[in-house]
């Protein structure tokens, strides 16, 4: 999971994406909130880290702004000193108290990932009617099992789980193809329009699979009434 640390020192930052990265994840630390919320406009992340004592803009007011701008709620885990005695923030997910050690991170990383976006139902990621089998690289859609190759079910997951979010070409490439010097410019457009035709991601059936011109790709659900 891509997550995003804002800390107050750099040995503070170190610990924490230290640990982070140790567990599988990919973590990016910022200095302060304002540098936080420029990359959140343009790259998507699974969860934020947030240290209350962070200088310039605080992170009260990054909290507030992500909550006003994310349709989709982006789990928040908020950590403060013993000495603090403001008032709690409302809506963030989860508090910590430094100093913490590496295990009550993980394990409190761990339960917001896991109540995030996606159900875990028997070894299996479920969107709504999309069940995704991370083993057997297949997805059931309304029952039907449909066979995907790797590239496209790793793009396919990769989408849903930031569902509503703008995903940069860059990005994607990073994600699944690993090396984005070597692969061609339309490699990508033709795994996005197999996902259109295999997984049925079209307005009638409720999604829409669209290209940001000049930027790259967003998977959007359609509610009813919407055009």
């Known amino acids: 999971m891509r997550i995003a640390v804002l800390e107050e020192t750099q040995a503070q930052a170190d610990f924490v994406c230290g640990t982070l990265s140790a567990a599988g994840h990919s973590c990016h630390a910022f200095g302060n909130g304002q540098a936080l919320i420029g990359q959140l406009r343009s790259q998507p992340f699974d969860l934020l880290v947030l240290d209350r004592d962070v200088p310039g803009l605080p992170a009260d007011d990054v909290l507030h702004w992500v909550r006003e701008n994310f349709s989709e709620r982006l789990p ?41 976006g996606q159900a875990l139902v028997a070894g299996k990621e479920v969107f709504g009617e999309y069940e995704f089998e991370p083993g057997s690289k297949r997805v059931h859609v309304r029952g039907h099992s449909i066979t995907l190759t790797h590239k496209e079910f790793e793009l396919a997951l990769l989408l849903f789980k930031h569902l509503s979010r703008p995903l940069s070409r860059s990005h994607i490439l990073d994600a699944i193809w690993k090396q984005a010097a070597a692969i ?17 991601l079209r307005p009638e059936n409720g999604y829409r699979l669209m290209p940001i011109y000049g930027y790259g790709y967003r998977l959007e659900r359609i509610e009813k009434g919407d055009t």
């Not at 997910?93 to 917001?112: F, Q």
């Not at 490699?187 to 295999?198: F, Y």
């Open 184 to 200: 061609p410019s339309r490699t990508m457009d033709t795994h996005v329009s197999m996902l259109r035709t295999k997984l049925g």
């Open 76 to 116: 928040i885990l908020l950590m403060m000193s013993a000495e603090d005695t403001s008032d709690p923030i409302a809506d963030v997910d989860d508090c910590l108290v430094k100093p913490i050690s590496a295990a009550t991170l993980l394990a409190r990383v761990g339960m917001l990932l896991r109540g995030a």
